[in-house]
């Protein structure tokens, strides 16, 4: 049996989805956190920017998933965001720190490719690699709510890292990443 080589954007591309609720649209993405008790399972977690969901009224918002029996079909999934007018997710404590996080429970019969928890970059990916200004970075995403399929994967897009210093990202929390944005 031969296995899929690895090629992380078609891997990213797979677990990355459209996320949509009445006043925003946006982009998430899910990866898996391992489970304490048994470290070959993971819960699910979405991210995605916190003025996603913070744009996001009502309860409930539709994760654009896609399942993979025979060809790929795109499938609405209907997600609780908020439940007696809380949130359900969780933002970075740091206001200009614009992300979001939720556990979320997804049908079984989806396409995902899960990436651990472990492949987020830290300070020693961002050394290892010699990321630095000027660097091209890959982006996925659903510009003005675009998809680059009827299936509803997302367009892969480029830009280049546009400020300095990136290190230590625990006292530089941001970086200027220069590509043209779309609200999606």
Not at 43 to 66: E, I, Q
Not at 126 to 143: Q, R, S, T, V
């Amino acid at each position: 049996m031969t296995s899929e080589p690895f090629e992380l954007n078609t891997i990213l591309m797979r677990s990355t989805f459209k996320l949509a609720g009445e006043g925003s649209i946006g982009t998430a993405f899910i990866i898996g956190r391992p489970k304490k008790t048994d470290t070959n399972k993971a819960y699910y977690v979405m991210v995605t920017a916190s003025h996603v969901l913070d744009d996001m009224k009502g309860t409930h918002a539709t994760l654009f998933l896609r399942s993979k029996i025979d060809n790929y079909q795109k499938i609405s999934f209907q997600l609780e965001i908020r439940r007696e007018g809380k949130p359900l997710w969780f933002r970075h404590p740091d206001e200009l720190v614009d992300v979001a996080v939720m556990y979320v429970d997804l049908p079984t019969d989806i396409d995902i490719c899960l990436l651990s928890t472990a492949m987020l970059a830290n300070d020693d990916i961002l050394k290892k690699f010699e990321i630095h200004p000027g660097d091209e970075l890959m982006c996925l995403g659903y510009p003005f709510g675009a998809e680059a399929t009827e299936v509803g994967l997302p367009i892969l897009r480029s830009g280049k890292i546009a400020s300095y210093p990136l290190l230590p990202t625990n006292q530089i929390k941001t970086f200027l990443y220069d590509f043209r944005v779309f609200q999606g």
